[in-house]
């Protein structure tokens, strides 16, 4: 299998940029829905296990939790929120305590990593509604520094009549391509892109 990436990687090499343009740390907000693996992420992504994660029905994270952490002499602040769309708490009542202690806490948030299952079916119509509300809630700013992290990736096999590797890559591809065209179409409606 491959390995989970981290923060030794290129492909996070844009993080530690931040820090050469006078920024203390490098702070990073992880949300999605209940169950979509965010303190999983947030544990591959620095390699330890920094967050608690959940195995049960219920999320585990059900307040913002810091971490605080450095890796490879660089200073992150990664704050893991309670998930969206739970239905024991309100999204708006999430969102602004999200809010809350970004402005308390942080005064600039370099990477927004937002969680969805890419082992569902489709993109739920309850993450849409989400990323319509942050959007409304935090300004579409935001999703300037937004990712996409599509979780549950190795639990997605191709259908069976696939033989090959190639074409297994290329089914792979083309779910990828799916979930980024509705992703697009949400934020397009949101008035974060342009159409």
Not at 10 to 34: A, H, Y
Not at 141 to 148: G, L, P, Y
Not at 162 to 178: D, S, Y
Request: proline letters at 3%.
């Amino acid at each position: 299998g491959l390995a989970a990436p981290t923060v030794n990687d290129k492909g996070l090499f844009f993080l530690f940029q931040s820090r050469k343009k006078g920024f203390e740390s490098i702070n990073i907000l992880v949300t999605g829905k209940t169950g979509v693996g965010k303190s999983s992420l947030i544990n591959a992504i620095i390699g330890k296990k920094l967050a608690i994660e959940g195995k049960n029905l219920g999320g585990v994270t059900r307040e913002i939790v810091h971490y605080p952490t450095v890796v490879n002499e660089t200073k992150f602040e990664i704050w893991d929120s309670p998930g969206l769309q739970d239905i024991t708490e309100e999204d708006d009542a999430i969102t602004k305590r999200i809010q809350h202690t970004l402005k308390q806490n942080c005064s600039h948030l370099h990477l927004f990593l937002y969680c969805i299952r890419m082992d569902r079916d489709r993109v739920e119509i309850t993450e849409l509604h989400a990323i319509k509300q942050l959007s409304q809630m935090f300004t579409t700013k935001i999703w300037d520094t937004a990712v996409f992290a599509l979780t549950y990736a190795n639990r997605v096999l191709p259908p069976s009549e696939i033989e090959t590797n190639e074409k297994a890559a290329e089914w792979f591809k083309e779910r990828i391509k799916e979930f980024q065209e509705v992703i697009v179409r949400t934020l397009v409606e949101s008035g974060v892109l342009q159409d």
